[in-house]
Every structure is written in structure tokens, then in C-alpha cells.
């Protein structure tokens, strides 16, 4: 294979910055069709060029793409000041446009990336340029209040935010005055003892951040969904978005619920055919951080077809991007979905999500009114209680229940995201836990998870967690989805509504999405708590800024969980009836 690279050309803005591009041409007269990727995390860093998440370079050159990568402006080798999302837009609608107008482009452009690559690309695809045909972005979120910065309950991923920022700071510390290099020290230590990051209280007023990273206090500043966020949610603007894209994403990924609630946004309201039809979706094993995509966990393996290497990613990229950039006339796809199926532990091609044949089953909570804990005796049951009770635990936000995998981002000593075994949250007090009896026959659970709680708090405002979990023959609990409800956000996540401590309330908990046969011989089981942390942040229960209380300001919260007839709290699970997928398995 041949091909040249340019270096560092510059690329210019509207407002006369000019962002650091390497082009990669391939061999040939062209004019070629290009894929732009728009990266924070330098351009020129080998981690662009062999993340088994993102597709092959070479290979794309070799296909006949100009790759085109440039690094976004303040980062790297891009002049200008990094403030998150805020630029993304308006720079990446003038380098399509100028890429378009390059004698080497034929002006057919696609994008790609992940994660912050990502974000990017729905901004241009809201922004309708004519030259962006496709985009395909991976483990990334169209709407950054929902994922990765708070959550569809309103709390705060406060493992993701601080963390990343605190990844951000650094690398802005390098390009900033001497003096400010003080930092650094303060900044990798939150790193490699995560307790020190997350733990102080109030959140707000991380200086070490903040100095280097100003958005981060803008951040905490807006805990609503407001005009901060609605302006760089592409998800508020889907009839705007006419070009199909390709979505890839991983079933214990930080971004998993918006990759899928970006697919049927487009499914719904995409702005063109090719919008709403063209699309893909492809999800495995998988979480966020490099070098966790084997779909191997020290808790749960899903054996070789878990790995990405089995997913062809760099295949999938081409093949979209030659029907909808290169506009090859190609046999139709059967299927726009193909999902890991977990507990079967096998890919499966399906027509659309949710599968069309999805039946949406209640399993409510029940039992004596003592699910305190693994050994309580809490109930899932498809039939409606008989009888009222109501479970009770005191939330102290000074000890929260401790994140055990799921979608935290960090990968720091002791925790990692994935699967992990839920024993040590099962054996605390605060974590009520209902689960059905030893199942005879395999239960197909894929789609999105709900849970509607009949609530009850002392305070006027806290959280409410639910957590899907798989419990073993062997009793390993196995983390699939889970979720958080702010109380005050019951309602809206624009106008908070504080709850009269002592009124009941009825909550409903987006759990996330999850693909996994519940094997015979295992259990479906439900923890339900109010806190989840560092993932998220925790409540202080007081009704007031979250993120400006202190540890002396807040308050222990008596909650109750009331479920029966009159109460019918219950987990919505997305069955899928098949043949059994067990009788099949080697
Ligand atoms: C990422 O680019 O990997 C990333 C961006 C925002 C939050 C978490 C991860």
C-alpha cells in the first residue's frame, strides 16, 4: 500500500484559528471521498490508529479514502482555548465545508470517532451541512446532559465528570504558563487513588481542576437540563439530521443508553429516508476504557465471540461508508441491528430496537417488608402482590453504597467497570434486594429496562437506584444495567420539585438497556438503594445545590419502598420470547 500524509495543515475557521489537519491521500489521481475524525486527544497519538473500538486507518486508505484527522481547537497542536462541546459545532460545519472544497476531496464526506470524537459529529449532523453524508459514531452520546455528564434522572456522573476533566486539566496544563505546572502533581494523585478525587465534599470548587479547566465549574453550575445543555443536544434537533449513521457501543459503556436512544431518535424523527432507514447499530460486551473491549471481566467472561476483534468494526465502517459516502449501490442489509446476546453469549442479527417483538413484562416487588439485603425476603414475581408492605433504609449520603463495576469510567485499583459481582452491596443494609425464585426455563430479557417505585422519604429531596442483576447457580449476582432517579426531577429535569418529606411518590427509574438471557437454574433479582458512588454523585438530601454542600450539610434520609395492590412497584422488563437460545449452545 502507498499513500502520502500531510502534516499540520492548517484548516481555518470563521473566526481566523486555524486547526492543526493531517491528510492522508491514497495512492492515485483521486478526487476521493474523505472521513474526518475530530479528536481532543492529539491527532498524532498512536491510540488513534490501533483502537480496536475505531476502524483500521490504513485499511480505510487503502479503500480509497482521503482520512483526514484533525485535533480540535485548544488541544494539541490547534491554537485556541479547549472548552468542551462549545466549539465543536460551528468548527466542524467549516472544516467540512473547506474539505469539500479541496481538489483531492470529490466532495462526499463521512465522519468517525469515539466517545469525544463523537460528540462532534452529531453537532455537524444537526448542523445540516450538504457535504456530510454519514456519520458513525462510536460509544458517544447526541445529548451530554443524559450521557456522559449527568444522567436521564438528573444525578451527576460524577466518576465521568471528574475524572475526564481531571484528564482534560492535565493535558491543558501542558500547553499553559510554567507556573501552572504546580498542578500536576495534585491532578495525577486524584488519578491513581480515585477516594481523594471523588470523596471530599462539596464537589464544587476543585481549583486543581478548574484552573486549567473552567468548564468544569460550569458544569456543576447547571444541575437542570437547561439552555447549557439543550443548545448542544443534537437529540432536541433530530428532523435536522438527514444523514444515516452508524452506531456502535457496549453493553457496560457509560454511553450505552444514548447510543441506543440516538438510534431510535433517528428511527423516529431523522430528517431524510436515509436518516431513518439507513441506519446501524451494533453492540457488544463491551465498557468505555481502552483494553476492556475482550468481553472478558475478572467476574464474568463471555468467551471469545465477547471479544471486538469479533465485530468486525473496521468492515462495518467501510460498508456504510461506501453505500452512504461513496453512494455504492450495494446488496440490502437484512438487518440494521447485531447485538451480544449475554447468557447465550452470542452475536445475533435483528430487524430493528427495540425488536419488534418485544413484550414489555411486570415482575413486582414483594415480600414482608424486610428486603434488607441478599439474605431479606424480597420478591420478584410476575403476579400482583396480595398483600401491602413496605421496606424501609436509612440513605446516609456519608456512606454510600459503593459502585461495583457497571458503567463507571475509571479503571483505577478495585474498581472496574463490566460485570462485576454485586456480593458486597448485597450485604449492606441500605440495599433492598427482590428476587425471583430459581428459574426453570430461560427468560430473554433485551431492550430497555424500567422500574416504577412507590416511594416514601423523610427528606425533601434524595435518590432512588435500581440495579439488574443475574444471580448465578454458583451466587455470583452479576451486574447487566442499573439506574438513579433524583427525587426533586421526578417530574422535570428542568423545574425541580422538592417532595414533602412523609407524601408519597410515585418514581419511574430508566435502568438502561441490556441483552441477556437469564438462564434456567439462575434468578432475576432487583437491588434497589440511593445511592451508587462514585458513578454517581450523592444526594445530601436536603433539597438544596447539590454540588455546593459541604459534609456537615447533610442530612440522613429514612426511605421507604412501598409495594402491593395499592402499590404496585414493579420492574418492566423487555421479554423477548424465542426459542430457547440455551438448547442451541455448543
Ligand atoms: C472519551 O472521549 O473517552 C470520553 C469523553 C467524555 C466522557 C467520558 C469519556
Same mark, same amino acid.
Given at each position: 500500500?502507498?499513500?502520502?500524509?500531510?502534516?499540520?495543515?492548517?484548516?481555518?475557521?470563521?473566526?481566523?484559528?486555524?486547526?492543526?489537519?493531517n491528510?492522508?491521500?491514497?495512492?492515485?489521481?483521486?478526487?476521493?471521498?474523505?472521513?474526518?475524525?475530530?479528536?481532543?486527544?492529539?491527532?498524532?497519538?498512536?491510540?488513534?490508529?490501533?483502537?480496536?473500538?475505531?476502524?483500521?486507518?490504513?485499511?480505510?486508505?487503502?479503500?480509497?479514502?482521503?482520512?483526514?484527522?484533525?485535533?480540535?481547537?485548544?488541544?494539541?497542536?490547534?491554537?485556541?482555548?479547549?472548552?468542551?462541546?462549545?466549539?465543536?459545532?460551528?468548527?466542524?460545519?467549516?472544516?467540512?465545508?473547506?474539505?469539500?472544497?479541496?481538489?483531492?476531496c470529490?466532495?462526499?464526506?463521512?465522519?468517525?470517532?469515539?466517545?469525544?470524537?463523537?460528540?462532534?459529529?452529531?453537532?455537524?449532523?444537526?448542523?445540516?451541512?450538504?457535504?456530510?453524508?454519514?456519520?458513525?459514531?462510536?460509544?458517544?452520546?447526541?445529548?451530554?446532559?443524559a450521557?456522559?455528564w449527568?444522567?436521564?434522572?438528573?444525578?451527576?456522573?460524577?466518576?465521568?465528570?471528574?475524572?475526564?476533566?481531571?484528564?482534560?486539566?492535565?493535558?491543558?496544563?501542558?500547553?499553559?504558563?510554567?507556573?501552572?505546572?504546580?498542578?500536576?502533581?495534585?491532578?495525577l494523585?486524584?488519578?491513581?487513588?480515585?477516594?481523594?478525587?471523588?470523596?471530599?465534599?462539596?464537589?464544587?470548587?476543585?481549583?486543581v481542576?478548574?484552573?486549567?479547566?473552567?468548564?468544569?465549574?460550569?458544569?456543576?453550575?447547571?444541575?437542570?437540563?437547561?439552555?447549557?445543555?439543550?443548545?448542544?443536544?443534537?437529540?432536541?434537533?433530530?428532523?435536522?439530521?438527514?444523514?444515516?449513521?452508524?452506531?456502535?457501543?457496549?453493553?457496560?459503556?457509560?454511553f450505552?443508553g444514548?447510543?441506543?436512544?440516538?438510534?431510535?431518535?433517528?428511527?423516529?424523527?431523522?430528517?431524510?429516508?436515509?436518516?431513518?432507514?439507513?441506519q446501524?447499530?451494533?453492540?457488544?460486551?463491551?465498557?468505555?476504557?481502552?483494553?476492556?473491549?475482550?468481553?472478558?471481566?475478572?467476574?464474568?467472561s463471555?468467551?471469545?465471540?465477547g471479544?471486538?476483534?469479533?465485530?468486525?468494526?473496521?468492515?462495518?465502517?467501510?460498508?456504510?461508508?461506501?453505500?452512504?459516502v461513496?453512494?455504492?449501490?450495494?446488496p440490502?442489509?437484512?438487518h440494521r441491528?447485531?447485538?451480544?446476546?449475554?447468557?447465550?453469549?452470542e452475536?445475533?442479527?435483528?430487524p430493528?430496537?427495540?425488536?419488534?417483538?418485544?413484550r414489555?413484562?411486570?415482575?413486582?416487588?414483594? +415480600? #414482608?417488608?424486610?428486603?434488607? /439485603? *441478599?439474605? %431479606?425476603?424480597?420478591?420478584?414475581?410476575? &403476579?400482583?402482590?396480595?398483600? !401491602? @408492605?413496605?421496606?424501609?433504609?436509612?440513605?446516609?449520603?456519608?456512606?454510600?453504597?459503593?459502585?461495583? +463495576? #457497571?458503567?463507571?469510567?475509571? /479503571? *483505577?485499583? %478495585?474498581?472496574?467497570?463490566?460485570?462485576a &459481582?454485586?456480593?458486597a452491596? !448485597? @450485604?449492606?443494609?441500605?440495599v433492598?434486594?427482590?428476587?425471583?425464585p430459581?428459574?426453570e426455563?430461560?427468560?430473554?430479557?433485551?431492550?430497555?429496562?424500567?422500574?416504577?417505585?412507590?416511594?416514601?422519604?423523610?427528606?425533601?429531596?434524595?435518590?432512588?437506584?435500581?440495579?439488574?442483576?443475574d444471580?448465578?447457580?454458583?451466587?455470583?449476582?452479576?451486574?447487566?444495567?442499573?439506574?438513579?432517579?433524583?427525587?426533586?426531577?421526578?417530574?422535570?429535569?428542568?423545574?425541580?420539585?422538592?417532595?414533602?418529606?412523609?407524601?408519597?411518590?410515585?418514581?419511574?427509574?430508566?435502568?438502561?438497556?441490556?441483552?441477556?438471557?437469564?438462564?434456567?437454574?439462575?434468578?432475576?433479582?432487583?437491588?434497589v438503594?440511593?445511592?451508587?458512588f462514585?458513578?454517581?454523585?450523592?444526594?445530601?438530601?436536603?433539597?438544596?445545590?447539590?454540588?455546593?454542600?459541604?459534609?456537615?450539610?447533610?442530612?440522613?434520609?429514612?426511605?421507604?419502598?412501598?409495594?402491593?395492590?395499592?402499590?404496585?412497584?414493579?420492574?418492566?422488563l423487555?421479554?423477548?420470547?424465542?426459542?430457547?437460545?440455551?438448547?442451541?449452545?455448543?
Open positions: 500500500m502507498t499513500f502520502t500524509v500531510e502534516v499540520d495543515v492548517p484548516v481555518p475557521m470563521r473566526d481566523g484559528v486555524a486547526l492543526a489537519t491528510v492522508w491521500l491514497p495512492d492515485g489521481p483521486g478526487p476521493f471521498p474523505a472521513l474526518l475524525v475530530r479528536t481532543p486527544y492529539g491527532k498524532d497519538d498512536a491510540g488513534l490508529y490501533g483502537n480496536p473500538k475505531l476502524p483500521d486507518v490504513f485499511t480505510l486508505v487503502e479503500a480509497g479514502y482521503a482520512v483526514v484527522a484533525q485535533d480540535v481547537r485548544g488541544t494539541s497542536r490547534s491554537p485556541g482555548t479547549f472548552v468542551p462541546h462549545t466549539h465543536e459545532g460551528p468548527d466542524s460545519v467549516d472544516t467540512l465545508t473547506w474539505l469539500a472544497a479541496q481538489p483531492w470529490d466532495g462526499a464526506v463521512g465522519m468517525w470517532g469515539g466517545s469525544y470524537m463523537g460528540f462532534s459529529q452529531w453537532q455537524a449532523a444537526s448542523h445540516g451541512v450538504p457535504a456530510l453524508r454519514a456519520i458513525a459514531p462510536v460509544m458517544t452520546s447526541a445529548d451530554p446532559y450521557a456522559p449527568r444522567s436521564p434522572g438528573g444525578a451527576l456522573s460524577q466518576d465521568a465528570v471528574l475524572t475526564w476533566s481531571t484528564l482534560a486539566a492535565l493535558r491543558n496544563l501542558r500547553r499553559g504558563p510554567d507556573e501552572g505546572r504546580g498542578d500536576a502533581g495534585a491532578l494523585s486524584g488519578l491513581s487513588d480515585p477516594r481523594s478525587l471523588h470523596e471530599p465534599l462539596p464537589i464544587d470548587g476543585r481549583a481542576v478548574t484552573r486549567s479547566l473552567p468548564w468544569l465549574g460550569e458544569v456543576l453550575a447547571h444541575p437542570e437540563r437547561d439552555a447549557f445543555w439543550q443548545e448542544i443536544a443534537s437529540t432536541d434537533h433530530g428532523e435536522r439530521i438527514t444523514v444515516p449513521a452508524l452506531h456502535i457501543g457496549g453493553w457496560f459503556d457509560v450505552v444514548e447510543t441506543v436512544r440516538s438510534y431510535r431518535m433517528l428511527r423516529r424523527r431523522g430528517g431524510s429516508a436515509a436518516a431513518r432507514d439507513g446501524r447499530l451494533i453492540i457488544g460486551p463491551w465498557s468505555h476504557p481502552d483494553g476492556t473491549d475482550l468481553g472478558t471481566y475478572p467476574d464474568r463471555f468467551g471469545l465471540a471479544s471486538i476483534k469479533t465485530a468486525g468494526i473496521t468492515e462495518a465502517h467501510l460498508r456504510f461508508f461506501d453505500r452512504w461513496r453512494g455504492r449501490e450495494l440490502e442489509d437484512t441491528v447485531r447485538i451480544f446476546v449475554m447468557g447465550a453469549d452475536w445475533r442479527d435483528e430493528d430496537w427495540p425488536l419488534p417483538d418485544t414489555y413484562a411486570g415482575f413486582f416487588l414483594d +415480600g #414482608g417488608g424486610r428486603a434488607n /439485603t *441478599a439474605h %431479606g425476603d424480597g420478591i420478584l414475581t410476575p &403476579d400482583v402482590p396480595t398483600e !401491602e @408492605a413496605t421496606d424501609t433504609f436509612r440513605y446516609d449520603p456519608r456512606d454510600p453504597v459503593p459502585s461495583l +463495576g #457497571g458503567t463507571v469510567l475509571a /479503571t *483505577a485499583p %478495585g474498581s472496574y467497570p463490566g460485570p &459481582d454485586q456480593a452491596a !448485597e @450485604a449492606r443494609e441500605d433492598l434486594c427482590f428476587t425471583t430459581v428459574l426455563r430461560p427468560v430473554e430479557v433485551i431492550g430497555h429496562v424500567t422500574l416504577v417505585l412507590h416511594i416514601r422519604s423523610s427528606t425533601p429531596d434524595t435518590d432512588f437506584t435500581g440495579k439488574l442483576v444471580v448465578h447457580p454458583d451466587g455470583r449476582a452479576i451486574l447487566l444495567c442499573e439506574g438513579i432517579q433524583r427525587v426533586r426531577y421526578r417530574k422535570s429535569l428542568t423545574e425541580p420539585a422538592p417532595l414533602a418529606p412523609g407524601t408519597d411518590a410515585e418514581l419511574t427509574l430508566d435502568l438502561g438497556v441490556t441483552a441477556n438471557v437469564f438462564r434456567s437454574g439462575h434468578r432475576i433479582r432487583l437491588e438503594s440511593s445511592s451508587n462514585p458513578r454517581y454523585d450523592r444526594n445530601t438530601n436536603t433539597g438544596a445545590t447539590i454540588a455546593t454542600e459541604g459534609a456537615d450539610d447533610v442530612l440522613v434520609a429514612v426511605n421507604h419502598v412501598h409495594h402491593g395492590p395499592a402499590h404496585p412497584s414493579r420492574l418492566i423487555p421479554v423477548s420470547e424465542r426459542p430457547a437460545s440455551e438448547e442451541t449452545r455448543p
